[in-house]
Structure formats: C-alpha cells, structure tokens
C-alpha cells in the first residue's frame, strides 16, 4: 500500500473501497429473491399468483437491468461517472423502501423492475468509475475485486435471510428487503470521497481539472512528478487522437475499424461466456442432489449455501488479486480447463448416481461442483468487468460495458426460465450442452482474448488497433519505480 504521508492516495482508495459496494448491490439483489423463497412468510406472501407470475417476479431485477444498461451509458458519458452511480443508488433504495411498505405482490413486482433499474445504472458506471480513477499500480487488482466483491452482498442476502427464518410474521421477508439500502447507501458515502474520473475530465475539456485530481490523488501533491506527467499526456494524447469526439463515440464506431469490431466480439461473448459456462444450472442443482444425499433440512442446506457463497468470495478475491502476476489469458484458458474437467467429472457421477444408484457419486457430485464454482470465480468473477474495461477506448468504454452488461442480462434470463424446465427433462445429460459450450469458449479465449498485462489503458488500445509505437516498458509499474523524486509505493 502507499505510505502513510500519501493523504491523496489513501483518500482515494478509501472512496475506491467504498465504490465496490456498487458490486456487492448487484449481488444481494441477485441473490436475495432466491434467499426470500424459503421463508414461509414470503412463500404465503405469493401464493396467491400463477406459475408465470412467480417467475416475473424471480426474473425483475434482471429485466429492470436489461432496461437500463443502454441508457445509463449515455447518462455515464453526458453527466459523468459519479452522477450515473448517485441516480442508480438512489432508485435502489427508492425500491427498498416500497418494497417494504407496501404488501403486494405487483407493487413487489414493480419495486424489483425498479431495483434492477438502480442497479444496472450504477453498475454501467461503478466500474468505469475505479477504472479511470485507480492510481496505475493498483488498478488491475482494484477493478478485478469489483466483481469479486459481488459474493459479499449474495452472502449478505442470504445471511439475513436465514436470520428471519424464526421470525412468524411478515417481516421476515420485509426486513431483508429493506436491508437492501446497505450497499447503495455505501455508494452515496463513496461519492463524498472519490472524486470524477480524469479521462471523463479530459473528454469534457475540463484537463485543469484532471490534472488536479492526478497530482492530489496519484502524485502526492507534486504536480512535475512523472506518474502525473506521464498519465496525463497518455490521457490527453489518446483522447485528442479519436478525430470528433462525438463521433468517435457512436454506436457505429464499433463496425468502422477491425480492432474495434474485436472489441465488440469479446464485449458480446462476454456475456455469454458469464452465464452459459454451467453456472447457472448448477446452482439450480445444487438443492436437489443435497436432497438425494440426505441432506434434507431448510437450514441445513441454507448452511451449505452460504458455504459456497464464501468459497466463491475466497477464489473470486485470489483471482483478482494474482490476474496482474500471471495474465489474463492464462486465468480464462486455465480456469475454462479446469471448469470442463469438473463439469464432466460431474455429469459422470450425477449419471452413475441417476441411472445406478450408486450413493457414493451422489457424493462426490458436491465437491466436485465445488470445485467447478472455485474455478469459474478464479477468472470468470474477477475478469468479467476488468477485462472489457481494459480492452475498450474511453469514448467507447461505457457503451461497450453496457452491451457485455445487456448481453450478460439475456443469457442470465435464458437461464431463469429454461434452465429449470431443461433440466427437469433431461437431468444430468443436460450438463452435456455446458460442455460443448466450455470447450467452444476454451477456442474463443485462445484466437481472440489478447493479454493485457502490464499495460495503461492506453497502451491496451495499441494492441487492438495495431500502432506501431515505441517499446516502452509497457508497464504503469515501470514508471513509478524509475521516478527518481516522486514517492515509491508498495503494494
């Protein structure tokens, strides 16, 4: 970390620290519908609905999200970072509170579409927000543990949950949904600390300012240092380059050149490669084959639940914390591997245990998914906003988060509704369609996922569009540690 006379630096990853909360939002809203389906309280509190309407209710936060992640880069862009998160805070706990108060099941639908809403806006801009903001040696780390932060607010969700499990009324389910102003409220606190990111600065022709923030913030107050000389040309020579900024940043943009249609390739696969990995349907038979092993009790299996919420905390933090030592590309070809490996280790015991019987594969299906689940967090958690934040150039960074965003919105909704009926149909030999798509993302990693270890987020761009550049140590480390005033800092 930095040294403890950098009053700028730590004022700006306390705000940092406070802005991955935008994640754990994300994460209890996920989460928490799951978590209220298991109270009696919430199961009375909708028993008056149809098979279809219980599923729109299940499915709100994503169809709320679906809705405004396209908008949100524009309000991102136009208005800036920080009043892109306050908006989605803010509808967050707006949504809380009605959940709350009001005791019917439509106007619990209505609030979830609006939580989604909340959270794809804060969730388009967050993470634009720490990217562009995060001095250079720290922000690899920093932007990986966003989404890593997402498992604490699904343990969050779950642990409250199961704290109301006792409680005979209807606050059982009132008190987690009114729990879900915790982490927007972090935002709001966070917005007080962080200060606006100095690429949306620069874009604004506001480079006074940017310069300001990156000598307070990065400099330690020495305007001539050269992590701040270095960042601020990088920033304004990148910027100034994209001839028109107004059209430099149209949706169309993604089509006019090769390297920018490679960007919009992995921001769609992205999304799907979050959700079609067999995720999804594991955490759907995860309660089943707990079941076939004897482990019947509501409590019992919420214990194994939150267990596996705090496993895939623990690999999701290590990948994100080891993605700048070893490369991104051998994290996704790694973690894809191993996830294929687990994944068919598991279709052979789920089989042997469905068509023989034979308890002790029932058994080990539940390491073995497990072991699938730590796999997907060490890379696909940690990778799944840094990576597109990293590739995308600024006047295009919000708009291409947002499509991995709606991309990732689709599939998580594909997988809410078929996943189920699929899966009642053909059991375990359903795990045979995440196969093939595992060994498909395998090819997709290796041919067009580029590494971007050691670099700028400028420097990221000259991969793509192919300049031909000085060899610099293509490394923000290499800067700071051959600054011959400025102050060193430790990781």
Same mark, same amino acid.
């Not at 909360?21 to 928490?32: C, D, E, I, K």
């Not at 080891?322 to 598991?346: E, N, P």
């Not at 009642?424 to 093939?436: A, K, N, P, Q």
């Not at 670099?455 to 600054?483: N, P, W």
């Given at each position: ?143 990986? =543990? ?6 604490? %607010?699904?343990?969050? @969700? #779950?642990?409250? /949950?199961?704290?109301?499990? &006792? !409680? $005979? ?116 038979? =995860? ?6 092993? %004897?482990?019947?009790? @509501? #409590?019992?299996? /919420?214990?194994?639940?939150? &267990? !596996? $919420? ?182």
């Amino acid at each position: 970390m930095a040294p403890t006379t950098d009053r700028g630096l730590r004022k700006l990853n306390t705000g940092i620290a406070l802005m991955l909360s935008a994640s754990a939002t994300s994460g209890y809203n996920a989460s928490q519908i799951n978590s209220l389906l298991v109270l009696p309280e919430f199961a009375l509190f909708i028993s008056g609905l149809n098979s279809s309407a219980k599923g729109l209710i299940i499915a709100a936060v994503s169809l709320g999200s679906f809705l405004t992640f396209i908008p949100a880069s524009y309000i991102a862009d136009r208005l800036g970072r920080r009043t892109c998160v306050s908006i989605g805070a803010m509808l967050v706990i707006l949504a809380a509170i009605i959940q709350t108060a009001i005791a019917h099941p439509w106007a619990f639908f209505g609030a979830r579409v609006v939580t989604g809403m909340g959270v794809g806006v804060s969730q388009t801009a967050a993470p634009l927000l720490i990217t562009e903001s995060a001095h250079p040696r720290q922000r690899r780390t920093l932007t990986g =543990l966003y989404n890593a932060v997402w498992f604490i %607010g699904s343990i969050t @969700a #779950a642990g409250i /949950a199961f704290s109301t499990l &006792s !409680l $005979q009324n209807s606050w059982s389910w009132r008190v987690p949904c009114l729990m879900q102003i915790i982490y927007p409220t972090l935002q709001l606190v966070a917005l007080c600390v962080i200060p606006e990111s100095p690429r949306w600065l620069v874009s604004k022709g506001r480079k006074g300012e940017a310069l300001a923030m990156l000598t307070r913030y990065h400099g330690n107050g020495d305007r001539q240092a050269k992590v701040v000389q270095e960042q601020f040309y990088q920033i304004c020579s990148s910027i100034d380059a994209e001839a028109g900024l107004e059209a430099a940043s149209q949706w169309s943009s993604f089509l006019k050149t090769k390297g920018d249609a490679h960007r919009l390739a992995i921001c769609i696969l992205l999304g799907f490669m979050q959700e079609w990995t067999g995720n999804g349907v594991i955490s759907y038979y =995860l309660a089943p084959i707990l079941s076939s092993v %004897g482990i019947n009790d @509501a #409590a019992h299996q /919420a214990a194994v639940n939150i &267990s !596996l $919420q705090v496993w895939n905390l623990i690999f999701a933090v290590g990948g994100a914390s080891t993605s700048d030592r070893y490369g991104r590309r051998v994290l996704w070809l790694s973690a894809t591997t191993l996830m294929l490996i687990f994944l068919s280790t598991c279709t052979v015991m789920s089989g042997l245990f469905t068509e023989l019987h034979i308890l002790e594969a029932g058994i080990a299906v539940v390491p073995m998914l497990f072991l699938f689940c730590g796999s997907y967090d060490f890379a696909y958690m940690p990778l799944f906003i840094a990576y597109p934040a990293e590739i995308l150039p600024f006047q295009l960074r919000a708009k291409g988060l947002a499509i991995t965003l709606t991309t990732d919105s689709l599939a998580c909704f594909f997988n809410q509704y078929v996943n189920p009926v699929a899966f009642s149909v053909l059991h375990w030999r359903y795990f045979s369609l995440y196969l093939g798509c595992l060994v498909f993302f395998i090819g997709v990693v290796y041919f067009l996922f580029p590494e971007t270890q050691g670099r700028s987020l400028e420097e990221v761009a000259q991969i793509f569009d192919r300049k031909e550049v000085e060899s610099v140590e293509s490394s923000d480390e290499k800067v700071v540690q051959t600054m011959p005033t400025a102050p060193k800092y430790e990781c």
